[in-house]
């Protein structure tokens, strides 16, 4: 197929750019013709230099799938689906207007699918009018699958609480970012006896094998568990739902360590692109 997938930018390593360019390296690897489009010009910690990026000059009948983040061509698009045209709109947040329709009734007469990256942003995305929301809740991509070594500890935070500041381990990120950003890798993952993190990191170790340890400037449960696991997964694992901890309880519930839990099929990118497209 030719793929077009859009994305407001793709200069850091936040979430929507993260899933842009994870779902176009899959995609890619599936042996389709991909078009990324993107009216930023890309430039940061992100590296997209294997990708075709283009920032405009789109024949949008040309493309077989259409994937759009951030509202981006709906004008384009015009008011008539394409029948050869399958056309899939992502939103990615419960709280940021942004990630939002534009037009609910629009989306909903062009769309073929229509996603959420959790249950909480379906619940939002049904009160502005939208329905048969699916879920898309950041599945991790295949080189993820790998065999732990677990070396130590890996703490994932561009904004670390200050309870956790204690804790031993490698860490990968900085406040805001600080001008340590750069893409997780198996390799990463991998060598982590456990991962202290929240977010889309979650998914990648529990596509590992890799013990999650869910805390972060929201709070959290601290060990994902059966539990509290599907509270955690309603917020797309961001921490929120759950009360903060202080430092010492932190240090005392790392002590020890839990068996890793299976990952769901739902968390594995090439499962869930199948079932969409």
């Known amino acids: 197929m030719r793929i077009l997938l859009t994305n407001r930018e793709l200069n850091n390593l936040g979430g929507s750019e993260l899933v842009t360019v994870e779902i176009a390296e899959e995609f890619m690897r599936q042996g389709h013709d991909v078009t990324v489009y993107c009216p930023r010009t890309p430039e940061g910690p992100l590296d997209v230099s294997h990708l075709n990026v283009v920032k405009g000059g789109l024949d949008i009948a040309s493309f077989d799938l259409l994937w759009i983040h951030h509202n981006a ?3 384009e698009l015009g008011f008539r689906k394409r029948p050869h045209q399958r056309v899939v709109f992502n939103h990615m947040s419960s709280w940021i207007p942004d990630e939002w329709p534009k037009l609910a009734g629009y989306e909903m007469a062009l769309s073929d699918v229509i996603l959420a990256n959790s249950c909480e942003t ?5 009160s502005l009018g939208l329905s048969n929301v699916k879920l898309f809740q950041n599945p991790a991509p295949i080189a993820f699958d790998i065999s732990p070594s677990r070396v130590d500890a890996l703490l994932v935070s561009n904004h670390e609480p200050a309870e956790l500041a204690g804790v031993k381990g490698r860490r990968i990120g900085g406040r805001n970012g600080a001008g340590k950003q750069r893409r997780i890798t198996p390799e990463d993952i991998a060598a982590s006896a456990y991962v202290i993190c929240n977010g889309k990191t979650v998914q990648y170790a529990l596509r590992a094998g890799v013990p999650v ?6 709070g959290g449960p601290g060990w994902l568990t059966q539990e509290n696991f599907n509270l955690a997964e309603w917020h797309n694992f961001s921490g929120r739902g759950f009360e903060r901890k202080d430092a010492a309880t932190i240090a ?6 839990p068996a890793p839990r299976q990952c769901p099929s739902r968390f594995k ?9």
Do not use: G, N, Q
């Open 73 to 75: 061509l709906i004008h």
């Open 213 to 218: 340890y869910l805390y972060d400037s929201f």
């Open 122 to 126: 379906r619940e939002r995305l049904e």
């Open 252 to 257: 005392r519930e790392l002590r020890i360590i």
């Open 269 to 277: 990118l090439e499962d869930v692109l199948c079932s969409l497209v």
